[in-house]
């Protein structure tokens, strides 16, 4: 099993940049491809971003491309999304999600999940 802690997330404005981090707990973090997903009030959970276990190859959603970038570093044990040029509908809570079988863009692919991190942009 793994646990996952979201963190970074915050106020910030349209334009503007932030780093979220996922730290995850056991020593087996680098056999888990990894993902960010994000959920809006009323909304469904969004795929975000996507990287391999050994990061060697990294996927995105249509309305991140470009201005969001996903990696990791398995020597801490720690994933992360740098969002730039943040828009308002970008706003929602951030959740990190780990699995060892499948990488995907799919909610249900992923066995575990972290608690979230609220990520505000105004305009």
């Known amino acids: 099993q793994v646990q996952l802690v979201e963190s970074g997330g915050g106020l910030v404005q349209a334009g503007g940049s932030l780093r979220l981090s996922c730290a995850a707990s056991?020593?087996?973090?680098?056999?888990?491809?990894m993902a960010w997903f994000r959920q809006a009030p009323g909304k469904e959970r969004e795929f975000v971003a996507a990287i391999n276990w050994s990061a060697i190859s990294t996927y995105y959603g249509d309305s991140v491309k470009g201005r969001f970038t996903i990696s990791r570093d398995n020597a801490k044990n720690t994933m992360y999304l740098q969002m730039n040029s943040l828009k308002p509908e970008d706003t929602a809570v951030y959740l990190c999600?780990?699995?060892?079988?499948?990488?995907?863009?799919?909610?249900?692919?992923?066995?575990?999940w972290g608690q979230g991190t609220q990520v505000t942009v105004s305009s």
């Open positions: 999600a780990a699995d060892t079988a499948y990488y995907g863009t799919k909610v249900g692919e992923y066995d575990y």
């Open positions: 056991g020593r087996t973090f680098s056999t888990y491809n």
